[in-house]
């Protein structure tokens, strides 16, 4: 009887410990889930950090691999009651191969892109933005159009139970600059995101692009491709971990074959 006793006790207080860690772990379980949409939404009024490295395969005549490290920082500001301005400035640093027998790789830092949204703090269904997208011509011999940019930039997303879903869209014409060429760009970004338990999720964000500048069957790179990301800490920080796979199923002559995109993304929520 007494070891009966003993075992009924102690499933009583297992239960008991059972029922008061719930909360919590349901707590930490939403918490985490709100970070992952958020790390998804552009638009977010959070402070972010992520270094997004790509890979491109089979780039240039020489079928080189080309390496750009992306270094994104996210810093939205309190315009006043009613909008945010979120800023996001793309910062490159490239690796890039040699485009012919007789040159070598260059590296070094890229044309900076700088973009501003104002977007409504209140929103229904639809969360959206605009703004304006500016090129600043950083980048080092070889890894530069030698062009200032500018032109406008949007963007949509709806968060639906576990989906997440929307697009950026921007054209950048040039305004100055003593570049050889014109630039005429069209990035198109549409991204959808299954979220699962834990922070968890599966992604789709390939980055479109159409040069109108080129010959015509020399315009496009359209990607295809599928990713999968996690919510975790490092220390108290929470970090955003993404690698994914893509395939340009239409490409320029030069352009890359393959681009795999791995990303570790700071989130500092206020």
Do not use: C, H
């Amino acid at each position: 009887m007494n070891t009966l006793r003993q075992i009924r006790n102690a499933i009583y207080f297992l239960g008991v410990v059972l029922v008061l860690a719930m909360p919590r772990v349901w707590a930490e379980e939403t918490a985490t889930a709100d970070l992952a949409k958020a790390a998804q939404n552009p638009l977010a009024s959070m402070i972010s950090l992520p270094f997004q490295n790509n890979t491109n395969t089979n780039v240039g005549p020489l079928d080189g691999t080309q390496n750009i490290l992306n270094i994104q920082p996210v810093w939205p500001i309190d315009w006043n009651d009613n909008w945010n301005l979120i800023t996001r400035t793309i910062v490159p640093v490239v690796s890039q191969p040699a485009m012919s027998a007789a040159g070598s790789r260059k590296s070094g830092l890229g044309d900076i892109t700088f973009t501003g949204f104002f977007a409504p703090k209140e929103t229904e269904k639809w969360i959206w933005g605009a703004g304006a997208a500016v090129l600043l011509p950083t980048g080092g011999d070889g890894l530069t159009a030698d062009k200032w940019g500018l032109g406008p930039s949007i963007v949509a997303l709806s968060m639906d139970g576990p989906w997440v879903y929307g697009g950026l869209v921007s054209n950048v014409w040039s305004v100055a600059g003593s570049g050889a060429s014109d630039i005429n760009l069209l990035t198109l970004q549409p991204f959808i995101n299954y979220n699962l338990p834990g922070g968890r999720y599966f992604t789709s964000s390939p980055v479109i692009s159409a040069n109108w500048e080129a010959a015509s069957e020399e315009q496009w790179t359209v990607p295809l491709g599928l990713g999968y990301g996690k919510i975790f800490k490092l220390g108290n920080t929470p970090v955003n971990g993404q690698i994914s796979l893509y395939r340009n199923v239409k490409r320029p002559t030069n352009g890359a074959e393959w681009q795999l995109r791995a990303q570790l993304q700071f989130m500092f929520p206020r």
